[in-house]
């Protein structure tokens, strides 16, 4: 029998396994939302806002590597999803857009709600198109999924709202035939590379996400150079547990053992990663770098020589090439054996600070004396203590600011943990709506979202989507009152606190009146029990706990300029304080 164009589209998102699709009902989808109520295995999730659709969505490709979904309709339901979509742009991840529009004959005619999709997603998206015939379908629709997997990005498929309803003239199949390429460089170039690093003495391995499908080739290939191997936060995941070359990372979150694993080398291999901030790498080493897009090679460091190709493949090649049993590095460690015994004796002093008692004893009452005079939580302890309790086969998401950095520093991506934030887009409000995502692909797999209580309160009405579809996260919130991270930037530029200030509610309480389980923690000897019984909770939990807003993270190589940035700071905010005061 003949079918609609919505019928179409959400029956062939059955035939791609697409689980969910998330978005807000209304108007021009309004074909497509019916479509969904009655397909079998695609579930509607209804959000309250349409930034937290496309958050989920791209949470979904990110953790599968498959197409997944979202919609806005009409107007601005589909100006909110462009937050969402930029996140998996710029995580070169699959997503499907599928945006509503004004009737075809409305179209161009300033209607109420218009907005030109095809200017409005120019910048985000990979592909996009308006149906404006049944007739297109479903090819239009096979181009859409093709360049969505195909160049890992966002397809936006706009449907006008007297389009949904039309019936195809001819019932044609859904058709898609896709497969992934292995790539590899020429056998001139990985020669090249390998009589670099033969001639090396000190090779540092920088590794990123595109390196975590090549985990024992990479680690092989660290063993047999003698190299320490710095990880990119999106590295963390595949890399950080049972890795007896990784430093940890580097940058404004990073280490100085990992900082220095970069200076003292006299060779860096970049294997897989996109790392943006120039002030990081060190001058004047020999740099090769492997990477599967050519556009990345040398546009953050200058390169001696490209390798373009799978990192996997690649390092294989890299070690059959390689001269004798072990490279040049192999049989003098030292430089491997310092950056170790570095990052093991920074993360000791770390492990003291998250301490439960730590403020007890001689240093920490000194310390607290400068501070952290209120006594509230550490957030160090407080990540810490999740590390503790959380599944290993945990998924974590971080919103953008001071929770990522607790993160990066006091949780270990062992087992099987998964990691999920804005990494490369940056957005505040990113770590709620992606553990909505992430959940509803298993609801009995643990998934813990550190929550910044400027990120949260941001998005803080999709709370009530956790409560409606029962998902069992866990919402653990850095409550420290200040927009944490642009505090830090303002005091490291010798500027006073200004504009971070925030008027939380009680998050707990909050949460409680939306039908969640609240729990809220002011008391450091209350935080390891409190975090316990929050991840032994199956339903969904906020626990917010109250945390020092005067913690500095400090950076891997601090600078005197940033020092004295911190002190000029200090002194114009107790001035203004003082005049406040009188």
């Not at 404004?252 to 003292?264: C, E, F, T, Y």
């Not at 992430?438 to 550190?450: M, T």
Request: aromatic share 6%; glycine share 10%.
């Amino acid at each position: 029998m003949p079918r609609t164009v919505a019928r179409v589209i959400v029956d062939a998102l059955a035939e791609l396994e697409v689980r969910q699709v998330f978005g807000v009902v209304g108007d021009a989808l309004n074909p497509l939302t019916d479509a969904l109520r009655t397909t079998d295995g695609v579930e509607w999730v209804g959000c309250r806002h349409e930034e937290a659709a496309a958050f989920a969505a791209s949470a979904q490709s990110q953790l599968t590597g498959r197409l997944a979904v979202c919609m806005g309709t009409v107007g601005p339901g589909s100006v909110h999803l462009l937050n969402g979509l930029y996140d998996a742009a710029k995580s070169h991840t699959p997503v499907l857009a599928i945006a509503g529009q004004v009737p075809l004959t409305e179209l161009g005619s300033g209607y109420f709600q218009e907005v030109d999709n095809d200017a409005l997603f120019s910048d985000v998206a990979v592909f996009r198109a308006t149906i404006t015939s049944p007739e297109q379908l479903p090819l239009l629709l096979e181009t859409a999924v093709r360049n969505a997997l195909g160049r890992k990005g966002v397809a936006v498929l706009t449907v006008p709202g007297d389009i949904g309803e039309k019936e195809l003239p001819d019932d044609r199949p859904f058709r898609l035939s896709f497969t992934t390429p292995t790539t590899r460089p020429d056998e001139a170039a990985v020669r090249a590379a390998t009589d670099l690093l033969d001639e090396a003495e000190r090779v540092t391995l920088l590794v990123g996400q595109g390196a975590r499908e090549a985990r024992d080739q990479v680690l092989a290939l660290a063993d047999r150079l003698a190299a320490p191997m710095v990880l990119t936060l999106k590295a963390k995941e595949g890399f950080e547990g049972d890795n007896p070359f990784q430093v940890g990372q580097t940058g404004l979150i990073g280490n100085p053992a990992a900082a220095s694993a970069l200076q003292d080398a006299d060779t860096l291999l970049l294997l897989g990663t996109d790392f943006p901030y120039r002030d990081w790498y060190p001058e004047g080493r020999t740099v090769i770098q492997v990477d599967t897009e050519p556009t990345h090679i040398g546009r953050r460091v200058p390169v001696e020589i490209g390798l373009v190709g799978d990192v996997g493949a690649t390092v294989r090649d890299l070690l059959a090439h390689l001269s004798g049993p072990a490279g040049a590095g192999a049989t003098d460690r030292a430089h491997l054996d310092k950056a170790v015994q570095h990052f093991a004796s920074w993360r000791e002093g770390q492990d003291r600070l998250a301490a439960p008692g730590h403020d007890k004893g001689l240093i920490g009452r000194v310390r607290s004396a400068l501070d952290n005079r209120d006594h509230d939580i550490r957030p160090e302890a407080l990540a810490a203590a999740v590390d503790r309790y959380a599944a290993d086969d945990a998924v974590f998401t971080s919103d953008t600011g001071m929770a990522t950095v607790w993160l990066s520093r006091f949780v270990e991506m062992r087992g099987t943990r998964r990691l999920l934030g804005s990494y490369n887009l940056g957005s505040m409000a990113n770590a709620m709506p992606q553990a909505l995502g992430a959940q509803l692909l298993d609801r009995d797999r643990q998934v813990v979202a550190f929550c910044g209580d400027g990120g949260l309160s941001m998005l803080l009405g999709d709370l009530m989507t956790l409560r409606t579809y029962e998902l069992p996260v866990t919402l653990v919130v850095f409550d420290n009152r200040r927009l944490g991270m642009v505090k830090l930037e303002q005091e490291q530029s010798g500027l006073p606190e200004f504009g971070t200030v925030l008027d939380n509610p009680d998050f707990a309480a909050v949460a409680t009146a939306l039908g969640l389980t609240g729990i809220r923690v002011t008391d450091p000897a209350e935080l390891d029990e409190a975090v316990r019984t929050a991840l032994g909770i199956r339903g969904p939990v906020l626990l917010d706990v109250v945390t020092n807003p005067d913690e500095i993270a400090v950076p891997a190589e601090p600078t005197v300029e940033q020092g004295w940035g911190f002190a000029v700071a200090k002194m114009k905010e107790i001035v203004r304080s003082h005049g406040d005061d009188s």
